[in-house]
């Protein structure tokens, strides 16, 4: 029998464990937080850390060929920051900590609003001069998502819409019109029919998961109900048009029977589980790779009986603040040139993302491309009925997924919309009074 | 297992059912661990219509080998395995040497206090990875190592799940074989190179293994250092198969070719190192 | 009458070679170096003590002490981790953490997982260590399959399994269809089920790592004790209990310490498959919760509470599996 315990506690060692807890705390103090002051860097070098959007590493090294060509005593790197917006963030989110920083980064929209908030990114009006910006090219709904405070904070880069994805086969056999319902109270009325239709293990209609954001794609349908998730700062989750549209969806699950939220909505469309989505214009190309040879793939507006039914999304270009001005300038002329009218048709053309410039229209590889390809032209079509995001679902950090899983709740618990929302609202209000409301210009 | 009584018939009836048992065993095994191992296997050569079909497909309509050429030429797959060869091999030699050392130093040596430094040791195995790489980014930053090869490979090199099974395992090591080395004159280099280490080949298997394992499917710290593919790992450079906003369009053909291109490496390692994990080996100095 | 052959052979084990265990004076075990001049000048020993042990010593302290103690030290802050700037805020954030209700499901996942995870793939790596002990044909090629699934990365079997266990298109549902199930389980949708899935999923990720270190110390064992006791005509199980077990002492505290200690810190999986949901936290644990409170919603200082609450639980429990372990020993 051991006789000598676990000598946690002997003097010795505890003497040895104090040195070595002051030894951790003043390495602590050598190497800490708050670097990042990247003050130095090659100017004529333009670090670019990008998630390629819609897999267009190629477009993007093309991009940047082209730029190098135009402007020959600058470079650009290409690094690949992550497989998502949400790897860029936090390799972002290390720069800003340890140091290194990029000159142009890609943040999608529920990211940049954090780093505009602790200024961390910087704002770009003031250098639009010094860069040949022209705002007024850029779409103005989709310059205006990067709002705040007066000031433009990022500009659109890769940017999609919501699409509403129907199988034209089973909406034929339906007896459906060729089109997408005109609003939700009349695909209400559809819906028991496709379903009839596509019978059992399947539905008429899939929405996504929380984790598939669901918080982004029901924003839309919530406005044509006359709810909202905020106006401004102002919470709206309880209000009766909110409440309204999360009850036809708990009731479209539950009650009629006819709709899912589900795990996997692209496949499911694709293999024609669901007989219709909603989903990102990005993801056209492979939903119709999915559904090739299996059936006819219709895209359609999302439901606006009564003005904007549906929000954007996608990611911008942003340039941190903490880098020298003469790279500041430089990067902003580069963000401008990959989202010229040419390079921005371009982009759009080969991943399924919307042209962010208005001159791209005109852009004679756009029209022939638009002509041959309808189902991409409704994404751009949709625009002039689109909002940007309520700032609950943008602007505040994790109220994404709060919302997400408080329509969960609804649609797979069948749990009472009052009460879920009201939660979901007392949730995100905490977030902003904690953490937002400080931080606020005043 | 030899047995010295009367082998009766009723013995050697029961000696071949446990061995059928025994198959039949392993038979079950092999279908449960397996059977997700086939299907990755088999998604990987399948096209991307088998992929996203219902029901699901077992054996490709059509087979795609090409998915094996698409994750190999999209992405500098050849320049990432080169990578993942260096990090690997030298962290997992650097750990190895290091852990050696420290088991034999905690467990052959005398110095005050070593109970505590083994416990300092094995506490940093309660440390996750989120909590060290924002601060690590920032020293490594500062050093200017960033994106390079000993930016990823030094952070990565302190060892405590080595140092705990090595510890161990010289622990139980027979008193008496030391001791007879040690009177004949054995000094530490030749104790341990001559008499513990010849001791400790199924243990000093299973640490090369996992330690090989573990740094070869490093993920965050290498993304987090990598900014180009001249350092970028293996793991890291693969997600490139995967840059879409909704995983329910990737093409997983590629991407699960890409995993098992990924496996292979270290599986013939292990396929190679296990015929030692055999008994015999520590039989050693001391017999029955 | 095997009570006491049973005693006997443990004596016999016991005096030939002690047995082991973590042991607080391995001097007992291991004479101390006798010989020429050593006894007398313990200092030799304390400097190669130190040139052996120290350079690992040094690493961890840089970059896995070094970023704990930061870690400590933001716990009492309320940081933004884009911001600069931190701000202390005493003991706020673990005030906080105690009042909230998450909290307590996110530690109820965390031990749910973990006991399951520790409890099954110990014992199946010892039971199939055990089975491809013996002389098997083609054991070398299913030691090398079974050891497979823990060379994947955790991401490459998350998305896997995320196919494996969709209610449309998985392997599960195909095969529970063809038994007749009629209600497949909604994996995705049913937090309980959730947690289920991505329990499996790490057991079977880490079925190889069991095995193969139960594999090792098997071929330690003495063949010679195993046998006397079956001379005596004990049973297969008594042998099992009384004679093997025993001898594995050491590695199943082992293990028992690093399957947890690993099985905390699984995040790839429960990222790639449920990103911590169904309904908010069905699959979040602590770790899990760390990086969502630090990454994504910004709030570093609480996500570091969070991880220094988790280690302090840890030391605790590892000093007492260590006192459990030692005290249990003859």
Redesign the interface.
């Known amino acids: 029998?051991?006789s000598?315990?676990?000598?946690?506690l002997?003097r010795?060692?505890f003497l040895?464990?104090t040195g070595?807890?002051a030894?951790?705390?003043a390495?602590?103090a050598c190497?800490?937080?708050?670097?990042?002051s990247g003050d130095g860097g090659d100017a004529k070098t333009i670090?670019f850390w990008s998630?390629?959007?819609?897999?267009?590493?190629e477009l993007e090294l093309e991009l940047i060929n082209r730029f190098q060509a135009k402007y020959p005593d600058l470079t650009v790197?290409l690094?690949?920051a992550?497989?998502?917006?949400?790897?860029v963030?936090?390799?972002f989110?290390?720069?800003?900590?340890?140091?290194?920083l990029p000159d142009v980064v890609v943040l999608s929209d529920v990211w940049w609003f954090?780093?505009a908030l602790?200024k961390?990114i910087e704002p770009l009006d003031s250098h639009f001069g010094a860069a040949g910006v022209q705002l007024g090219d850029y779409v103005d709904s989709l310059a205006a998502d990067y709002l705040f405070d007066g000031k433009h904070y990022a500009l659109p880069y890769a940017r999609?819409t919501p699409l509403f994805y129907y199988n034209k086969d089973v909406w034929a056999k339906a007896g459906l019109p060729d089109r997408g319902p005109n609003s939700w109270q009349e695909f209400d009325e559809w819906g028991p029919k496709l379903q009839s239709v596509v019978g059992a293990?399947k539905f008429a209609h899939a929405w996504g998961?929380?984790?598939?954001y669901l918080g982004w794609t029901f924003q839309g349908p919530n406005w044509t109900f006359g709810g909202a998730y905020s106006d401004q700062w102002k919470l709206k989750f309880t209000d009766p048009g909110s409440i309204a549209a999360a009850t036809y969806l708990r009731d479209s699950i539950n009650v009629k029977k006819y709709a899912a939220?589900?795990?996997?909505?692209?496949?499911?469309f694709?293999?024609?589980?669901a007989a219709s989505t909603i989903?990102?214009t990005?993801?056209l190309?492979?939903?119709k790779?999915?559904a090739?040879?299996k059936f006819e793939v219709g895209t359609a507006f999302l439901p606006h009986p009564n003005g904007p039914g549906v929000t954007t999304g996608?990611a911008g270009l942003a340039i941190p603040s903490r880098i020298s001005d003469a790279r500041k300038t430089n990067a902003l002329k580069f963000i401008e040139f990959v989202t010229n009218a040419a390079n921005t048709a371009y982009f759009s053309q080969n991943t399924g993302y919307m042209p962010v410039r208005k001159s791209a229209a005109t852009d004679p590889s756009e029209v022939d491309f638009l002509a041959k390809n309808p189902n991409s032209k409704v994404a751009i079509d949709q625009l002039s009925v689109t909002k940007s995001q309520d700032y609950a679902r943008v602007f505040v950090?994790?109220a994404d997924?709060?919302i997400g899983?408080g329509y969960?709740?609804i649609g797979?618990?069948n749990a009472d919309p009052a009460t879920v929302l009201a939660k979901v609202a007392a949730d995100v209000q905490a977030?902003i009074d904690r953490?937002i409301t400080p931080k606020l210009p005043k | 297992m030899k047995h010295v009584g009367p082998q009766t018939l009723s013995y050697r009836r029961r000696e071949r059912a446990v061995t059928a048992l025994g198959y039949a065993a392993m038979a079950c095994v092999l279908i449960l661990v397996g059977v997700p191992l086939f299907w990755i296997l088999i998604t990987s050569l399948k096209d991307r219509a088998d992929i996203y079909t219902q029901p699901a497909v077992y054996w490709p309509h059509s087979w795609h080998p090409e998915n094996y050429g698409e994750a190999t030429t999209t992405v500098p797959f050849w320049t990432f395995l080169r990578n993942s060869l260096i990090v690997t091999g030298v962290v997992s030699a650097v750990k190895f040497a290091l852990g050696v050392f420290s088991a034999y130093g905690l467990v052959f040596l005398r110095f005050p206090g070593k109970n505590i430094v083994f416990l300092v040791i094995i506490a940093a195995l309660m440390v996750p990875n989120q909590i060290t790489v924002i601060s690590n980014y920032a020293l490594i930053a500062q050093l200017g190592w960033r994106n390079t090869f000993q930016g990823i490979i030094i952070p990565l090199c302190g060892v405590a799940f080595g140092t705990f099974l090595m510890r161990n395992h010289f622990l139980s090591l027979p008193g008496e074989v030391i001791e007879a080395a040690r009177m004949d004159g054995a000094n530490w280099w030749r104790l341990l190179t001559r008499v513990v280490l010849p001791m400790s080949g199924p243990t000093m298997v299973a640490f090369a293994v996992v330690t090989l394992v573990n740094e070869w499917n490093e993920y965050l710290w290498p993304f987090l250092m990598a900014d180009s593919a001249e350092v970028a790992t293996l793991p890291v450079g693969l997600t490139l198969l995967q840059n879409t906003e909704n995983p329910s369009v990737t093409n997983w053909g590629p991407v699960m070719a890409g995993t098992v291109l990924t496996m292979l490496p270290i599986l013939i390692v292990f396929l190679a190192l296990q015929r030692h994990m055999i008994k015999g080996l520590t039989s050693g100095a001391v017999k029955g | 009458m095997f009570r006491e052959t049973a005693a006997r052979v443990n004596r016999q084990f016991a005096m030939r070679r002690k047995t082991a265990a973590v042991r607080s004076s391995p001097e007992r075990v291991l004479p101390a170096p006798r010989g020429r001049g050593l006894k007398n000048r313990p200092w030799q020993d304390y400097a190669l003590f130190l040139v052996l042990v120290v350079p690992n010593l040094v690493l961890l302290t840089l970059f896995v002490y070094r970023p704990l103690a930061d870690n400590i030290r933001l716990s009492f802050t309320d940081w933004n981790i884009a911001d600069p700037v931190a701000t202390p805020i005493g003991f706020d954030n673990y005030v906080e953490w105690w009042g909230r209700e998450d909290s307590w499901k996110v530690v109820s996942n965390t031990v749910i997982f973990t006991v399951a995870a520790v409890a099954v793939s110990m014992a199946l790596g010892l039971a199939l260590a055990l089975l491809l002990d013996r002389k098997l044909f083609g054991r070398n090629v299913v030691r090398s399959a079974i050891f497979a699934p823990f060379v994947i990365s955790g991401a490459a079997i998350g998305v896997a399994f995320q196919f494996i266990f969709d209610p449309s298109f998985g392997l599960v549902q195909d095969v529970l269809h063809r038994l007749g199930v009629d209600k497949v389980p909604d994996f995705y949708q049913d937090p309980h089920w959730a947690l289920f899935m991505v329990t499996i999923t790490y057991i079977w990720k880490n079925l190889g790592y069991t095995f193969v270190i139960y594999l090792a110390a098997l071929q330690g064992v003495r063949a010679e004790l195993l046998e006397a006791a079956e001379m005596d005509g004990a049973s297969r199980w008594t042998t099992f209990t009384k004679v093997l077990l025993p001898q594995l002492r050491p590695t199943t505290f082992f293990l028992s310490i690093t399957v947890l200690l690993n099985s905390l810190q699984v995040f790839d999986i429960i990222n790639v498959m449920t990103r911590g949901g169904p309904l908010g936290n069905g699959t979040t644990t602590m770790v899990f919760q760390v990086y969502e409170e630090s990454f994504r919603n910004f709030r570093a200082g609480y996500g570091a509470t969070v991880a220094t609450i988790m280690f302090v639980v840890l030391l605790v429990v590892t000093l007492i599996q260590v006192r459990v372990m030692d005290r249990g020993d003859r």
């Open positions: 029998m051991s000598q315990r676990f000598p946690a002997s010795r060692g040895g464990l070595a807890a030894a951790g705390l390495l602590t190497a800490g937080t708050g670097g990042g670090t998630n390629h959007p819609g897999t267009s590493k790197n690094v690949d992550g497989k998502n917006y949400e790897e963030a936090q390799k989110n290390a720069a800003l900590t340890g140091g290194d954090n780093y602790t961390a999609s293990d998961d929380a984790k598939n939220i589900r795990p996997q909505i692209a496949v499911d694709g293999t024609g589980v989903a990102s990005g993801d190309k492979g939903i790779k999915n090739d040879g996608g950090p994790g997924q709060i899983t969960e709740q797979l618990q977030i953490q």
